[in-house]
């Protein structure tokens, strides 16, 4: 993990299309902005891992009901 640190209202680039700007700091909260194409998902982590997950289970869902359908394939010991 790259660390860096930043004040508020300084910037951190991203490649040539996404900015990082660190907007204010109350506490242990920090407000940040984010300037990134539409077409680049931006997920807090807690929303990120869930995401995953449920893709992953929806994978091991679909590998299971293929491997039922094969079953009941005609011809299939």
């Given at each position: 993990?790259?660390?860096?640190?930043?004040?508020?209202?300084?910037?951190?680039?991203?490649?040539?299309?996404?900015?990082?700007?660190?907007?204010?700091?109350?506490?242990?909260?920090?407000?940040?902005?984010l300037e990134?194409?539409?077409?680049?998902?931006?997920?807090?982590?807690e929303l990120?891992?869930?995401?995953?997950?449920?893709?992953?289970?929806?994978?091991?869902?679909?590998?299971?009901?293929?491997?039922?359908?094969?079953?009941l394939w005609?011809?299939?010991?």
């Open positions: 993990m790259l660390i860096l640190t930043r004040r508020p209202g300084e910037s951190i680039h991203v490649g040539d299309t996404m900015k990082i700007t660190v907007l204010s700091v109350k506490g242990k909260q920090i407000k940040i902005g990134v194409p539409d077409d680049v998902p931006v997920y807090r982590e990120y891992v869930k995401v995953r997950e449920q893709n992953r289970l929806a994978l091991e869902a679909l590998e299971n009901d293929l491997m039922a359908a094969a079953e005609p011809g299939k010991k």
